[in-house]
């Protein structure tokens, strides 16, 4: 049975890129008027930077341009090397981002540490927040002054930070001269972040100011137990009548088809989605902003979901229960499946028990129309500079741009698995394969991913067939990828407003399913929530994409 530990829970979420925030009540920053104007609308925009692929081993399956992932079925044999010189000056940096690991050894006793710094030139004073801090952590950064600032901060997309944009259009670094157009190519690496993730991450007041984590375009994804979810019934093509009756087959005594955890709504992304409602926004040809939850397919997904609840398909603690906890029934079988970002596949994979086969489910049809899927933000956060001198930036640009390094370099293998002999090994394919202390000294512990990445490709060491399977059900799937209208754009309001909006909606989703709330109050929750910002949203977010086009 495949070796599981809470670490690999904690990074089944962080690289699954599942957002089950539970907002909080933050305070907001002050900011005087000016900083107050994020909007792009009415200001000249910075050219997006000019996307230069990195060039690098060629992938057992191809991408595709409409977000199909590039799929590697074996480790690369030869690396390539994609920093010429060392980027630092010996100096010290400081930075922070989330962590969804345990704290690392102090850089003193962390062997994985001292490689990374000694590749990239500096010394590292890493402020690392864990997932539940977070939050309040940035709340008092945020509200701080300028010189307790970071030299780097990852802003975590996970989170609705109150008047964030106007945040970081005050205190971080202009990056436009830097990065915009052709100038980023004295940063290979960063040049090679493909468009969408930049779009995703969007400009503020019309410049750039930071650089995004790609992520793939698959979002929240329903993992099955593959071999319960057949042996009930499940075939290619199937209806939300077939799901609901495999559902119901598959749940018997202890049993549950489904699960799902508090924050997650039972699963509502991908029930939304298969429905083919509009995932938060939608935009008409003409610009105008639609909000997903007045979308009568919007409230037939939660019918449906309230009737799955009513058929006992669902684990009886859904409300309540942890993510971490949720992965755990599932590679032990007391659930059958459960929701979580697409990119959680290589923990799926890995952790799972013999005998388990875990999969992305195929989204079912609706009144004979294809089911869809969620499109993930592809910017899971992004990272910003603090304000400093022309010479500095350059040089945390190019520590950035070592850690963004392509999966296949020697530089990638370095931030992402260590020092071989001392942190992994390999297996027979060639893969790394970690050792006790790689276990503990890593970059989930020492969360540098979070910093700076390269595009993520389809990998699993050892496993050929799981990255076929990937490759395959994204082919089936992006065509039917459902994005949301407002990826990378500015309203003032959800600024200021966006996180107690999206509990009111939230709140009444979970009570409606639960049972404790009749289907009828939906409408109700919505005419509030247009009321209270949200028709405000929809005029701004139409603006501002109005000023992008």
Not at 191 to 207: E, F, S
Not at 302 to 315: C, D, E, P, T, V
Request: aromatic share 8%; proline share 7%.
């Amino acid at each position: 049975m495949a070796r599981m530990s809470r670490r690999t829970l904690l990074r089944s979420m962080a690289v699954g890129g599942a957002a089950l925030s539970v907002p909080g009540l933050l305070t907001a920053c002050s900011t005087s008027s000016g900083d107050s104007d994020v909007s792009n609308a009415g200001k000249k925009l910075a050219p997006w930077p000019t996307h230069r692929p990195a060039t690098g081993p060629k992938p057992d399956l191809a991408p595709t341009d409409a977000g199909v992932q590039a799929g590697y079925t074996a480790y690369p044999a030869d690396l390539v090397k994609s920093v010429s010189r060392t980027p630092g000056d010996g100096s010290t940096v400081k930075v922070m981002s989330v962590s969804f690991g345990t704290p690392p050894k102090p850089a003193s006793a962390n062997r994985f540490w001292s490689a990374v710094e000694k590749a990239l030139g500096v010394k590292i004073e890493y402020t690392i927040i864990s997932q539940a801090d977070y939050q309040k952590k940035m709340a008092t950064v945020m509200a701080g002054d300028a010189d307790s600032l970071p030299d780097i901060v990852n802003l975590f997309s996970g989170f609705v930070l109150p008047r964030e944009a106007e945040f970081v259009r005050r205190r971080a670094e202009d990056l436009t001269p830097y990065l915009s157009g052709d100038a980023i190519a004295d940063y290979p690496n960063l040049a090679n972040i493909p468009t969408h993730a930049w779009r995703d991450m969007g400009r503020i007041g019309g410049r750039i100011h930071g650089i995004p984590l790609e992520r793939p375009l698959p979002g929240s994804t329903l993992w099955i137990n593959q071999g319960m979810f057949t042996d009930a019934g499940m075939t290619e093509g199937w209806t939300s009548d077939d799901f609901a009756a495999v559902a119901k087959r598959a749940t018997s005594g202890r049993t549950y088809a489904l699960g799902a955890a508090t924050g997650s709504l039972f699963g509502n992304a991908v029930h939304s989605a298969a429905h083919n409602a509009p995932q938060e926004w939608a935009v008409t040809k003409d610009g105008t902003f639609l909000p997903g939850c007045a979308d009568e397919r919007y409230e037939a997904a939660i019918a449906f979901q309230a009737q799955l609840r009513k058929n006992g398909s669902y684990h009886p603690d859904a409300t309540s229960i942890s993510q971490i906890d949720l992965t755990t029934l599932y590679y032990n079988g007391t659930v059958g499946s459960m929701q979580d970002g697409f990119g959680a596949y290589l923990p799926k994979y890995q952790e799972a028990p013999d005998g388990m086969t875990p999969a992305a489910a195929l989204p079912y049809s609706v009144g004979g129309e294809p089911g869809g899927i969620v499109a993930a933000r592809r910017s899971f956060g992004y990272t910003v500079l603090k304000k400093a001198k022309k010479e500095r930036i350059e040089l945390l640009l190019r520590v950035l741009d070592y850690l963004a390094a392509p999966f296949g370099s020697e530089e990638w293998e370095l931030v992402h698995y260590g020092v071989e002999g001392t942190h992994f090994t390999r297996a027979a394919d060639g893969s790394p394969r970690p050792t006790k202390l790689g276990e503990v000294e890593n970059n989930t512990n020492l969360p540098l991913k979070y910093l700076a990445e390269g595009p993520q490709v389809l990998f699993v060491p050892g496993m050929p067939d799981a990255v076929r399977a990937l490759h395959a059900w994204q082919r089936k799937v992006v065509p039917h990828a459902i994005r949301n209208a407002s990826f990378g754009l500015q309203s003032r309001t959800k600024n200021a407003q966006g996180t107690t909006l999206k509990a009111l909606l939230d709140d009444t989703v979970t009570g409606i399913v639960a049972g404790r709330l009749p289907l009828s109050e939906w409408d109700a929750a919505v005419k509030r929530w247009r009321e209270r910002g949200g028709d405000r949203m929809a005029e701004e977010f139409a603006q501002d994409h109005a000023a992008n086009a």
